[in-house]
């Protein structure tokens, strides 16, 4: 499993509708398991990956924890 982290100035809903077009269908094809303000959850091909964020004076700050999708994982804050 990994977990990590980066900080970003997108909002919430943009980071979500981000996280959603990547691991969703059109992207690594992952069924979306659950969605809220916050967060958003993905799961198939044996893994999950899960997308929390948290507001913190202004910046967010995006947590993505993952199995099975790890390189995906960390391409996806690379990418943000």
Known sequence: M???AKQTRFRPE????????Y?????ENLEEAGRDACCVTFE?????????ISDESGRRT???ESREFDFQAKEFLRKL
């Open 2 to 4: 990994l977990r990590i």
């Open 44 to 52: 198939g091909g044996g893994g999950y990956v899960r997308v929390m």
């Open 23 to 27: 691991f969703g269908k059109g992207g």
């Open 14 to 21: 943009e980071i979500i509708d981000r996280a959603v077009k």
């Open 62 to 64: 995006v947590d993505v």
